[in-house]
C-alpha cells in the first residue's frame, strides 16, 4: 500500500514543525475564550435563542433561549490561526472549505429556526442539494488536482479497491454528508459534540502528523483547539450552543480530513461515536416503520439514557470515554498499516 504521503505532491515528506502546530491550537483555544463572553452577550442581546423542539426530552425544555449559533465565534477562532500560520496548501485548503461551506449550511438552519421562532429550519433538499455541491468540489480537488487514486483502502486488512472516479464520487458524498450529519445528531447534550469532535480531531491531528502532511496537522490542531474552547463555555450547563453551524461544520471537517488521508473506510472506526449516534436513529426509524416498536426510548441513543435517568454529565464522559477509545484504536491501525 502506497502511503498518503507519497501520492500527494503537495505534501513534504520532511518533519513537520510540531510547535508551528501547537501554536495554531493553543491560539485557535485561547481566541475562542477570549471572544466567548462577548459574543455570547451579543447574541443575548439580539435574542438569538435555541428553539427546543416540543417532541424532545422534558429536561431539555429550560433550555430553550439560550444563545446559539456558537460555531461562528468557533470558525472564526479556526480561521485566524490557520490562515496566518500555514502555507495554505491544496490539501489543507480543501478541508477548510468543506468545513466553511458546512458550517454555511448550518447557518442557514439555525438562522431560518431563530428568525422564524420554530425548530424546523432549512429544507431537507435544499440541506442535500448543498451537500452535492460540496462533496463534488472536494471530489474535484482530491481526483483532478491534487491526484489522489480513486481507491478505498481498509488499512485493517492492508488491501485496496479500485472503485473508478464516479464511485469514488459516490464514497466522498457519503464520507462528507456521514460524517456532518452524524455530528450534528450528537449535537443534543452540552458538551457532547464538541468533546468528541475534539477527540476525533485529535486522532487525525495524529495521523497527518505521521504522514507528513503539514498543513492538514495545523489545521487539525486549530479545529482541536477551537472545539476545548468552546467547551469552556458548552460543558454543562451550556451558556452557549453551537447549533447547526458549528455542528455541520466540524462534521464536514472530519469527513473531508478523512478523504485527505484517504482513511474513509476507517472512519467508521476513528469516529465510532457518531457511528454510533446515527446508527441508533437508523436502528428506530427503520424498526418503527417496520414493527411498529420502537428499540429505544428515544433515539439518538443518548436521549435513551437520559429518560434512564442518567445525569447528562454522565452521559457525556461515557460516552467521550467511547470516542477516545475507538480514535485510539483507529489511530493504532492506521499506523500499523503504515510500510
Given at each position: 500500500?502506497?502511503?498518503?504521503?507519497?501520492i500527494?505532491?503537495?505534501?513534504?515528506?520532511?518533519?513537520?514543525?510540531?510547535g508551528?502546530?501547537?501554536?495554531?491550537?493553543?491560539?485557535?483555544?485561547?481566541?475562542?475564550?477570549?471572544?466567548?463572553?462577548?459574543?455570547?452577550?451579543?447574541?443575548?442581546v439580539?435574542e438569538?435563542?435555541?428553539?427546543?423542539?416540543e417532541?424532545?426530552?422534558?429536561?431539555?425544555?429550560?433550555?430553550a433561549?439560550?444563545?446559539?449559533?456558537?460555531?461562528?465565534?468557533?470558525?472564526?477562532?479556526?480561521?485566524?490561526?490557520?490562515l496566518?500560520?500555514?502555507?495554505?496548501?491544496?490539501?489543507?485548503?480543501?478541508?477548510f472549505?468543506v468545513?466553511?461551506?458546512?458550517?454555511?449550511?448550518?447557518?442557514?438552519?439555525?438562522?431560518?429556526?431563530?428568525?422564524?421562532?420554530?425548530?424546523l429550519?432549512?429544507?431537507?433538499?435544499?440541506?442535500?442539494?448543498?451537500q452535492?455541491?460540496?462533496?463534488?468540489a472536494?471530489?474535484?480537488?482530491?481526483?483532478?488536482?491534487?491526484?489522489?487514486?480513486?481507491?478505498?483502502?481498509?488499512?485493517?486488512?492492508?488491501?485496496e479497491?479500485?472503485?473508478g472516479?464516479?464511485?469514488?464520487?459516490?464514497?466522498?458524498y457519503?464520507?462528507?454528508?456521514?460524517?456532518?450529519?452524524?455530528?450534528?445528531?450528537?449535537?443534543?447534550?452540552?458538551?457532547?459534540?464538541?468533546?468528541?469532535?475534539?477527540?476525533?480531531?485529535?486522532a487525525?491531528?495524529?495521523i497527518?502528523?505521521t504522514n507528513?502532511?503539514?498543513?492538514?496537522?495545523?489545521?487539525?490542531?486549530?479545529?482541536?483547539?477551537?472545539?476545548?474552547?468552546?467547551?469552556?463555555?458548552?460543558?454543562?450547563?451550556?451558556?452557549?450552543?453551537?447549533?447547526?453551524?458549528?455542528?455541520?461544520g466540524?462534521?464536514?471537517?472530519?469527513?473531508?480530513m478523512?478523504?485527505?488521508?484517504q482513511?474513509?473506510?476507517?472512519?467508521?472506526?476513528?469516529?465510532?461515536?457518531?457511528?454510533?449516534?446515527?446508527?441508533?436513529?437508523?436502528?428506530?426509524?427503520?424498526?418503527?416503520?417496520?414493527?411498529?416498536?420502537?428499540?429505544?426510548?428515544?433515539?439518538?441513543?443518548?436521549?435513551?439514557?437520559?429518560?434512564?435517568?442518567?445525569?447528562?454529565?454522565?452521559?457525556?464522559?461515557?460516552?467521550?470515554?467511547?470516542?477516545?477509545?475507538?480514535?485510539?484504536?483507529?489511530?493504532?491501525?492506521?499506523?500499523?498499516?503504515?510500510?
Amino acid at each position: 500500500m502506497i502511503p498518503t504521503a507519497q501520492i500527494v505532491g503537495d505534501f513534504a515528506a520532511a518533519a513537520i514543525d510540531r510547535g508551528e502546530v501547537l501554536i495554531a491550537g493553543m491560539a485557535a483555544m485561547l481566541i475562542t475564550i477570549f471572544l466567548g463572553p462577548k459574543f455570547i452577550a451579543y447574541l443575548r442581546v439580539k435574542e438569538f435563542g435555541q428553539q427546543i423542539r416540543e417532541e424532545g426530552p422534558a429536561g431539555h425544555h429550560e433550555k430553550a433561549g439560550t444563545p446559539t449559533m456558537g460555531g461562528l465565534i468557533l470558525f472564526l477562532a479556526i480561521a485566524v490561526p490557520y490562515l496566518v500560520l500555514s502555507d495554505r496548501d491544496t490539501a489543507s485548503l480543501a478541508v477548510f472549505g468543506v468545513a466553511l461551506a458546512c458550517a454555511a449550511l448550518g447557518f442557514a438552519d439555525d438562522f431560518i429556526k431563530i428568525s422564524k421562532r420554530r425548530s424546523l429550519g432549512l429544507a431537507a433538499r435544499y440541506k442535500l442539494l448543498g451537500q452535492i455541491a460540496i462533496a463534488l468540489a472536494l471530489w474535484w480537488i482530491a481526483y483532478d488536482e491534487l491526484g489522489l487514486e480513486p481507491t478505498l483502502e481498509s488499512r485493517v486488512f492492508d488491501t485496496e479497491i479500485y472503485v473508478g472516479p464516479v464511485l469514488y464520487l459516490i464514497l466522498i458524498y457519503f464520507v462528507v454528508a456521514g460524517a456532518s450529519n452524524a455530528v450534528n445528531l450528537t449535537d443534543g447534550l452540552d458538551g457532547l459534540a464538541a468533546g468528541s469532535c475534539a477527540i476525533v480531531l485529535l486522532a487525525y491531528m495524529a495521523i497527518t502528523i505521521t504522514n507528513g502532511q503539514e498543513g492538514l496537522a495545523l489545521l487539525s490542531a486549530c479545529l482541536v483547539g477551537a472545539s476545548i474552547g468552546f467547551l469552556w463555555f458548552n460543558a454543562f450547563p451550556a451558556a452557549i450552543f453551537m447549533g447547526d453551524t458549528g455542528s455541520l461544520g466540524l462534521g464536514g471537517a472530519i469527513g473531508a480530513m478523512a478523504v485527505m488521508t484517504q482513511t474513509e473506510l476507517l472512519l467508521i472506526i476513528i469516529g465510532g461515536i457518531f457511528v454510533i449516534e446515527a446508527l441508533s436513529v437508523a436502528v428506530q426509524v427503520i424498526s418503527f416503520k417496520m414493527f411498529r416498536r420502537r428499540v429505544l426510548l428515544m433515539a439518538p441513543v443518548h436521549h435513551h439514557f437520559e429518560l434512564l435517568a442518567w445525569s447528562e454529565t454522565k452521559i457525556m464522559l461515557r460516552f467521550w470515554i467511547i470516542a477516545a477509545v475507538c480514535s485510539g484504536i483507529g489511530y493504532v491501525l492506521y499506523q500499523n498499516s503504515i510500510p
